[in-house]
C-alpha cells in the first residue's frame, strides 16, 4: 500500500505538464469538434445541434475551396523553395564557400526567421506598395513599368505576394537545417566520391541527397503543415482581400467566429485544418520511427 | 572491316567503368569554368536581397515623409531620431512592454515545468509513464488555430480572458511538449552515476534536480529558453483572440494595430517595425550556437 502511493508519489514530477496539456490543448481540441456539429454564436445562451450542416455549409462555400486551394498554393510553393532551392543552396554553402564567409551568408540568410511575421508582413506591405514600395520603383528603373502593380489590392496578385514574402523570410531557416543535417554526413563520403571521380553536382546527387533524406522529409512536412497553418502573414498584409482572393483556411475560420460570430461554422473550419495537420502530423511520427541510415 | 574485328573484352569492361566517371568530369568542368562565377553572383544577390529590405527599413525609419517619397533608395539626409520616440509614444514602448512580460514569464515557466517533468520521466519509474510521454507526443501534433474556438470560451470561465495570464499559459502549455522532449533527449544522455552518488550522500531527488541536473543541462536550457524566446516574441493567433485591451497587447498585433492608425505617417512606421526587429536579431546574433543546437536537436529527434 505504502509502495503504491510511494510510486504515485513521483507524479509530482509530471502533474504540471499533464494538467496543463489536458487542460489547454486536449480539452479545447475535442470540445472544438463537439461544438462543430452546433450552431450558436459567441453570445447565445444554447448551441442547437445540426448535425453536419456546418460541414455541408463548407462544402457549399466557394471561399473555403478558394482557402483551401491557396493553403495549397502556399504548401507547393514553400516546397519548391524552402526544400528543392534550400538544399541546392546548403549543398553550394558547405562545398564551396570558405567556412568564414560561409558562416557570415548563413547567418545573413536565416535573419529574417528571426524577426516576427507581423514585422515582415507589414515590411513587405510596404515593399509592395505602389507610392513608396521598392518593387514597382525597382520594375519601373530597369524599363518594366509594365510589369508594376498595387501588389496586395489586386486579386490576382494578392496571394502570390503573401506566398513570395513568406519565401523570403524562410528558406533560410530551412537552409540552415539542411547544413546542419550535411554536416552530419561523414567527409569519407565525400573523399569516396571524388577518388571515384565524381564533380560536385553527382556527389550532391549521389550522396548529399540521400544521406540527408531524413532531414528532407522532416522539412517536407514541416513546410506541408505550416503551409495549412497560414495566418499572420495573410491576417496583417491583406486580411484575406481583395474580395476574399487571398483567404485561407485560419483566416477564414477567424473571420467567421469573431466577425460573422457563426461560431458553429468556424469550429468545423478548424476541425478540417485539425484533420489535414494531424494526418500529415502522423505521417511524421511513421517516419521518424522508421530506422534511421546507418553508417 | 573495323566492325567485324569484335573488340577484347577489355576495352568494354573498361568502357562500361570509365565513362560514368569521364561524363561527371565532363559536366564538373562545364560546373567550374561556367558556373562558379554565376553561383557566386547568385549568392551575392541572393544575400543582398535578404538584406535589402531590412536596411530600407532601417535608413526609412530615420527619413521624413517625403524623402520616403522620392528618395526611396538612398540614405537618410539627416537622423531623425524623433521618429522613434514617435513610434515609442503610438504605442511601441507600451507593446515592448507587454511582450518583455509575457515572453520572459513563459520562458520562466515553460522550460521549469518542462526540465521537471523531462527529469521525471528520464530518471523515474513513474506508474503510466509511457501513456504520459505519448501525451506530450501528440501535443507536438496539435496547432493553435485549431483550439482557438474552445479556449475563447474557457478562458472566459477562467476569469483570465484579456490579461497576461492567458498568454503566458497558453504559451507555456502549448510549448511544453516540445521543450521537454528536447530537454529529455538531453538529460538522456547525462550518466545516471552522479544521481546515484548524490542520493548516496543522503540527498532528495528535489535537491538532485535543483543542485545538480539543472546546472548540468545549462546548455539546453538556453537553447529551450531562446527557441521560446523566439516563439513567445513573435506568436499572432492567441495574442489577436485572446487580448482586447489595447493596453495590454503584444507587439505582433499591436503593431498591426499601429499600422491601421498611423496609415500614411510612414517614417514612424518603420520606426516601429525597426524597434520590434531589433531585440530578436540582436539576440539571434549573440545566441546564434544555441538556437542552431536547439533547432537541428529539437528538430532532429
Known amino acids: 500500500m505504502n509502495r503504491t502511493l510511494n510510486r504515485w508519489r513521483t507524479w509530482v514530477w509530471v502533474l504540471p505538464a499533464v494538467i496543463l496539456l489536458v487542460v489547454f490543448v486536449y480539452y479545447p481540441i475535442v470540445e472544438n469538434i463537439r461544438l462543430s456539429f452546433f450552431s450558436w454564436s459567441a453570445f447565445s445562451a444554447r448551441p442547437t445541434f445540426v448535425g453536419l450542416d456546418n460541414y455541408r455549409t463548407a462544402a457549399a462555400d466557394p471561399v473555403f475551396w478558394r482557402s483551401l486551394l491557396n493553403n495549397t498554393l502556399f504548401a507547393v510553393t514553400s516546397l519548391v523553395f524552402q526544400v528543392g532551392f534550400s538544399l541546392v543552396l546548403a549543398a553550394v554553402l558547405e562545398e564551396f564557400v570558405h567556412q568564414r564567409l560561409r558562416g557570415l551568408l548563413r547567418t545573413i540568410y536565416f535573419i529574417p526567421a528571426a524577426i516576427s511575421i507581423t514585422v515582415s508582413g507589414i515590411l513587405f506591405s510596404f515593399i509592395y506598395n505602389p507610392q513608396i514600395g521598392l518593387l514597382n520603383s525597382a520594375l519601373s528603373a530597369v524599363g518594366l513599368d509594365s510589369w508594376t502593380h498595387a501588389w496586395l489590392g489586386e486579386q490576382g496578385t494578392a496571394m502570390w505576394s503573401i506566398i513570395g514574402m513568406s519565401q523570403w523570410q524562410s528558406f533560410g531557416y530551412t537552409a540552415v537545417l539542411f547544413v546542419v543535417a550535411i554536416q552530419r554526413v561523414p567527409r569519407e563520403f565525400y573523399e569516396a566520391a571524388k577518388v571515384d571521380g565524381a564533380g560536385p553536382v553527382r556527389s550532391f546527387f549521389t550522396v548529399t541527397v540521400p544521406l540527408v533524406r531524413e532531414m528532407t522529409t522532416l522539412i517536407i512536412i514541416l513546410t506541408i503543415s505550416g503551409a495549412f497553418l497560414v495566418f499572420n502573414e495573410v491576417m496583417v498584409m491583406t486580411a484575406g482581400g481583395p474580395s476574399n482572393t487571398s483567404q485561407v483556411l485560419g483566416t477564414w475560420l477567424y473571420r467567421n467566429a469573431f466577425m460573422n460570430d457563426d461560431m458553429g461554422y468556424a469550429a468545423a473550419i478548424a476541425t478540417v485544418i485539425f484533420v489535414i495537420t494531424f494526418a500529415i502530423a502522423a505521417v511524421q511520427l511513421a517516419v521518424s520511427r522508421r530506422r534511421r541510415i546507418q553508417w | ?301
Open chain 2, 1 to 301: 572491316m573495323v566492325m567485324t574485328s569484335a573488340p577484347t573484352p577489355a576495352p568494354v569492361q573498361r568502357a562500361t567503368l570509365v565513362r560514368p566517371v569521364s561524363r561527371a568530369h565532363r559536366i564538373g568542368g562545364i560546373f567550374r569554368v561556367a558556373a562558379r562565377p554565376l553561383m557566386w553572383l547568385g549568392l551575392v544577390v541572393l544575400a543582398i536581397a535578404v538584406i535589402y529590405p531590412l536596411l530600407w527599413m532601417v535608413f526609412s525609419s530615420f527619413k521624413d515623409n517625403s524623402e520616403v517619397f522620392n528618395n526611396p533608395w538612398g540614405m537618410p539626409g539627416e537622423l531623425r531620431w524623433h521618429n522613434f520616440a514617435q513610434a515609442g509614444q503610438a504605442g511601441v514602448v507600451r507593446y515592448f512592454t507587454n511582450s518583455v512580460i509575457v515572453t520572459s514569464a513563459s520562458i520562466l515557466t515553460t522550460t521549469l515545468i518542462s526540465a521537471w517533468a523531462a527529469y521525471g520521466l528520464v530518471r523515474l519509474r513513474i506508474p503510466f509513464g509511457g501513456p504520459v510521454l505519448l501525451l506530450l507526443l501528440g501535443g507536438l501534433m496539435v496547432a493553435p488555430t485549431v483550439a482557438l474556438i474552445p479556449l475563447f470560451g474557457l478562458l472566459q470561465r477562467l476569469g483570465i480572458f484579456d490579461t497576461y495570464w492567458a498568454l503566458i499559459i497558453l504559451y507555456t502549455a502549448f510549448r511544453i511538449p516540445f521543450t521537454t522532449f528536447l530537454i529529455r533527449a538531453y538529460m538522456l544522455d547525462l550518466s545516471p552515476d552522479v544521481d546515484e552518488a548524490a542520493r548516496l550522500d543522503g540527498a532528495s531527488r528535489t535537491q538532485i534536480f535543483w543542485r545538480i541536473i539543472l546546472p548540468m543541462c545549462r546548455p539546453i536550457l538556453v537553447s529551450a529558453a531562446l527557441l521560446q524566446a523566439l516563439f513567445a516574441w513573435n506568436e499572432f493567433v492567441f495574442a489577436l483572440v485572446f487580448i482586447s485591451n489595447g493596453d495590454m497587447k503584444t507587439l505582433p498585433v499591436g503593431l498591426m494595430d499601429m499600422q491601421s492608425r498611423l496609415l500614411t505617417d510612414w517614417p514612424v512606421q518603420f520606426a516601429g517595425l525597426t524597434m520590434a526587429a531589433l531585440p530578436m536579431i540582436v539576440l539571434f546574433l549573440i545566441g546564434q550556437r544555441q538556437f542552431l543546437r536547439g533547432l537541428s536537436d529539437g528538430i532532429g529527434k
